[in-house]
């Protein structure tokens, strides 16, 4: 479950988008070690230009361990791009930790634009998601508040992969529930979870 062609494909893009470069412009010198499922990188932001080098360099500024799903929901916009740093576990940092992962910020949201854009990048991004982990296939849970829930069907209209549907209770009330197949066949892409407007949608790897 590699993550490298995706990384590989927004540093391309970063260092081509005049927006992203501009976001970039004081960023001098950071180094941001990431470890993930199936391979340690190192992020290097230099007088604006940002890189990628295999491997953990020892001289990093800060190290983060991430698992690569959490990765690609920062990209596919599951979660807000803040989210990054309580997602992952930071194994090595300086005083100045802030100000390297602000250095990296801009990285991450060229390939939020970049998956929004670009049809190609969108479905590297989903083929990651959806790939078997080891030990067997990756579940997905669904938990819905029926107590917030009011049956509104934004979650059926949002999921492109048509996991939703409206069931009716015995008291009349429709609820919001998953298919049968959802825990295998979801690819956290968070559209059902944004579009609920009471927030009664939970959706997590487990």
């Not at 990431?34 to 940002?50: P, R, S």
């Not at 790939?131 to 009011?150: A, F, N, S, T, W």
């Not at 009471?198 to 487990?206: D, F, K, L, S, T």
């Amino acid at each position: 479950m590699s993550a490298l062609p995706i990384l590989r494909k927004g540093i391309e893009y970063t260092n081509q988008d005049e927006t992203t470069k501009e976001m970039m412009a004081d960023f001098k010198d950071h180094k941001v070690g990431i470890k993930l499922d199936a391979e340690d990188i190192t992020l290097v932001v230099k007088d604006g230009t940002i890189s990628l080098e295999n491997g953990i360099r020892d001289d990093c500024h800060a190290v983060m361990k991430i698992k690569t799903l959490d990765l690609c929901g920062a990209i596919d916009n599951s979660f807000d791009l803040m989210e990054i740093r309580e997602k992952g576990e930071i194994i090595k940092k300086d005083p100045n930790l802030s100000v390297h992962l602000m250095a990296i910020f801009p990285f991450f949201d060229a390939m939020v634009r970049l998956y929004q854009d670009e049809a190609e990048f969108k479905r590297l991004v989903d083929t990651v998601k959806i790939l078997p982990i080891e030990g067997g296939v990756r579940m997905v849970r669904h938990i819905v508040d029926q107590e917030k829930c009011q049956g509104c069907g934004k979650c059926v209209e949002t999921c492109s992969l048509e996991l939703w549907v409206l069931k009716e209770r015995e008291d009349g009330k429709k609820i919001a529930q998953v298919t049968d197949e959802a825990a295998e066949v979801c690819h956290l892409c968070g559209a059902c979870r944004r579009g609920c407007l009471e927030q009664a949608i939970i959706v997590e790897e487990g």
